[in-house]
């Protein structure tokens, strides 16, 4: 039997453990930061890691103060454990952190996971869907780097829409095992001058609208445009969404998403990735301190 | 005395194996059951286990965003999403009753009737230890904070003292002086007290566009309340002859340590479970390692 699964879940080890750091090398603008995590559970794209520092956290400022969400962006699976690669933009205290660890290479990171939800395969989201568009922005391309090779080896075709503000704030293309990847940017510098998500339009617009599920992960505004595009197209989306958590486990109740029916949703056990028809909007979740 | 080595605790009759608890909100053991899996029973991290505060109807809790992360701490403002008293007793207290060590129920309530009613239906179940009372709000009636008030305070103690044979906790706040509403407690029937709740508090959004909080304010905790908290258990645990579970920002044994020799006779990790989901075990090792 061929694997039809995107992957199983697979309870993460309890507790908070050291992860030595075995890579670290520019990937655009950001940082990926490899390391070796001996338990060997292979998370899911999608999934996601708090991670901390083994010291400094906090520093003599008082913050860093509770562990940062990380997507899984790639792993390696080999045989005494797993190679897990982690995209980082540093851009406030706890990124700044974590990438001058990871930059040297000597460190441990403290990590609790793989948590959360993860993306299905296209036929567990829409019945008859054959084909996935993956559509991503910023930083936000990470988990879909590892959803990529994942539909690669399932046999899946998948087509690639990364979107970016400007060199400065791009990365990741490298870790896309693509060489058809359409760009966007919003100032021109590299494919087309404009948003991302006037590629996903054209490609709704033609034969993909009927035999492919869209996934997505990038700024709030972005996947509040693509929610409410595939929803007008009558196309199944999921969205790896992103909200302030302090703990990933369920611990805090600070990750709250609406959901369309009432109510909220803890992303860190009902996502990071939701089904688009779950959420009341895209851009609802707190932004990110 | 506690014989070096020997972490045991009598908490108002419940036998502790370890004077580690968790604070109330600050833990969610069937959601860390779903995602850990059964090692979180083998490797329960506290001695008894606090559920988050249960109200007589479900609330939703409060609108995103609902953390600020503070210099060595945490502000929150979580609202107290839980399924109401029915919910509770029907979907979570069996889960609950399975874990490995006692169970303490945190309840809340906006007058005397409705806390009755609480305490009454959790009173009748045997899988429950011991009842936390959380007064950090106020009465409707009055408008006063119960916990901020001994008068208050002692009236709701009265008055649920007579429902119930399980020990009562009450849950003292920080937002006003704790003796004379321990005191008060104390006098009325209460069989032990629990503090630091959160300190009330507001961030500013730095981009400069009001309140961070989607409910404007929250409660502050973590390390950086830990010296008030000790100031505050201390003087509790000198005036009152009943045991004090301490909290506020306790991360590490010597943290627990001090709270015990400031009048404890358990702690309560909160914000720390944040960070470390196994930090009450860790904790209660490392309190063991002091000797």
């Known amino acids: 039997m061929p694997e039809t699964a995107l992957g199983d879940y697979t309870a993460p080890p309890f507790g908070r453990r050291p992860l030595q750091v075995v890579g670290s090398a520019a990937s655009g603008a950001y940082r990926l930061v490899e390391v070796f995590d001996p338990s060997g559970v292979v998370p899911m ?24 969400a990380f997507s899984v962006a790639s792993v390696d699976v080999g045989a005494d454990g797993v190679t897990l690669g982690f995209l980082v933009h540093a851009v406030g205290p706890g990124t700044q952190r974590i990438e001058e660890v990871g930059g040297g290479r000597a460190g441990s990171l403290l990590a609790v996971g793989p948590l959360g939800r993860g993306f299905a395969a296209p036929h567990e989201v829409a019945a008859g869907a054959k084909g996935a ?14 959803l990529r090779r994942n539909l690669i080896r399932l046999g899946v075709p998948s087509r690639v829409l990364l979107g970016y503000r400007d060199a400065d704030n791009a990365g990741g293309l490298d870790l896309f095992d693509c060489s058809e990847i359409k760009l966007a940017t919003d100032d021109g510098h590299a494919g087309h001058r404009g948003r991302v998500t006037d590629l996903l339009e054209r490609l709704l617009a033609g034969d993909d609208r009927g035999s492919a599920v869209v996934y997505s992960c990038g700024p709030p505004a972005m996947l509040e445009a693509v929610r409410v595009m595939c929803e007008e197209a009558g196309v199944a989306c999921q969205l790896a969404l992103e909200s302030p958590m302090g703990c990933g486990y369920g611990a805090c109740f600070g990750c709250a998403v609406p959901l369309r029916e009432g109510g909220y949703m803890r992303l860190c056990l009902d996502g990071p990735v939701v089904d688009g ?9 707190a932004e990110v301190q | 005395m506690i014989e070096a080595r020997d972490l045991r605790v009598d908490l108002c009759g419940i036998e502790l194996a370890h004077p580690v608890l968790n604070g109330s909100g600050t833990f969610d053991a069937i959601a860390a059951h779903d995602v850990f899996g059964d090692i979180l029973l083998e490797r329960f991290p506290f001695s008894a286990f606090v559920s988050k505060t249960i109200t007589p109807e479900p609330r939703p809790g409060n609108p995103p965003p609902r953390l600020w992360e503070e210099t060595d701490g945490v502000i929150n403002s979580i609202g107290l999403p839980n399924k109401g008293l029915g919910g509770f007793l029907e979907k979570d207290l069996p889960r609950l009753a399975a874990l490995p060590v006692p169970l303490i129920v945190s309840v809340m309530a906006t007058s005397a009737e409705e806390f009755a009613g609480l305490v009454q239906a959790i009173s009748e179940r045997s899988e429950v230890a011991a009842i936390e009372l959380n007064v950090s709000c106020p009465n409707v009636k009055s408008g006063l904070v119960v916990g901020e008030s001994p008068d208050e305070c002692a009236s709701l103690v009265s008055a649920l003292r007579v429902l119930t044979e399980k020990p009562l906790i009450v849950k003292l706040t920080p937002g006003a002086d704790p003796v004379p509403v321990a005191m008060a407690a104390e006098t009325s029937g209460a069989d032990a007290f629990s503090l630091v709740n959160t300190l009330k508090a507001s961030p500013l959004s730095p981009a400069g566009d009001g309140h961070w909080l989607g409910a404007v304010s929250g409660g502050l905790s973590g390390p950086t309340i830990k010296d008030l908290a000790l100031a505050q258990v201390s003087a509790v645990a000198d005036a009152v002859g009943l045991p004090v579970i301490g909290m506020g920002g306790v991360s590490s044994g010597a943290d627990a340590r001090s709270f015990l020799e400031a009048g404890a006779s358990a702690v309560a990790v909160g914000t720390e479970n944040f960070r470390d989901p196994e930090a009450g075990s860790r904790i209660a090792r490392e309190l063991e390692d002091l000797g």
């Open chain 1, 45 to 68: 794209a999608g999934q996601f890691y708090m991670l901390s520092a083994e010291s400094e956290w906090p520093g003599s400022s008082g913050r860093p103060y509770l562990p940062r």
């Open chain 1, 277 to 285: 028809s779950t959420i009341a909007r895209a851009d609802a979740g």
């Open chain 1, 133 to 146: 568009i993956l559509i991503g922005g910023g930083i936000g391309v990470a988990p879909l780097a590892l």
